[in-house]
């Protein structure tokens, strides 16, 4: 049931696009008015550099390396080496909601769904790939506690349940 790609799948935020754009409208605006005439048409590739270096900035201040880690294990298919890093993200966020509650801020991101909750869904992952299907029913369950409107969560139940009654049909 291994799978090169981790299981979670970012929704965009379409709102949370709007400081991104403010940003680089901004730095535009302050590149185009204090450079020279002769190099006015750089304004937009410096200030997209700028927001760049100041994205790269934000996030290796507010996020953790762990969650970096986790990732590319899961991508390397090495889901038992993942959910210790997994979990220290989940522990990261869970400790530091305000992180994630204003990571369209701190992160510039435009994802849809928490970071914490994109964790829990990975982790989940990580036990149904390594076999232990019950575990990670259980984290599912908790995910939609937690997210009603998870979709993942909720087709990956559905997926498992799917699988645990042909397994038991047969």
């Known amino acids: 049931m291994t799978s090169k790609v981790p299981f979670v799948k970012q929704e965009t935020n379409w709102f949370a696009i709007l400081p991104k754009l403010f940003l680089i409208g901004i730095l535009c605006l302050v590149f185009y008015h204090f450079l ?14 700028v927001y760049l270096l100041i994205a790269f ?7 953790p390396l762990v969650i970096h880690q986790g990732i590319r294990l899961i991508k390397e ?6 959910i210790p890093y997994i979990q220290k993200t989940i522990d990261y966020y869970t400790k530091n909601s305000w992180v994630d509650k204003f990571r369209f801020l701190l992160l510039i991101s435009s994802s ?30 908790d995910v939609l506690i937690q997210y009603p409107k998870n979709i993942n969560a909720k ?11 042909n397994s038991n049909s047969i």
Not at 77 to 82: H, L, S, V, Y
Not at 155 to 165: D, E, H, P, R, V
Request: proline letters at 0%.
């Open 36 to 49: 020279d005439s002769t190099d006015k048409h750089n304004f937009f590739i410096l200030a997209f550099i």
């Open 57 to 63: 900035a934000l996030r290796k201040l507010f996020s």
């Open 77 to 82: 298919e090495k889901f038992e080496q993942a």
């Open 112 to 141: 849809k769904r928490t970071i914490r909750e994109s964790s829990i869904c990975n982790l989940a992952y990580c036990y149904l790939q390594i076999g232990e299907t019950n575990k990670s029913r259980e984290i599912y369950q």
């Open 155 to 165: 087709s990956m139940l559905n997926t498992i349940n799917i699988l645990s009654a």
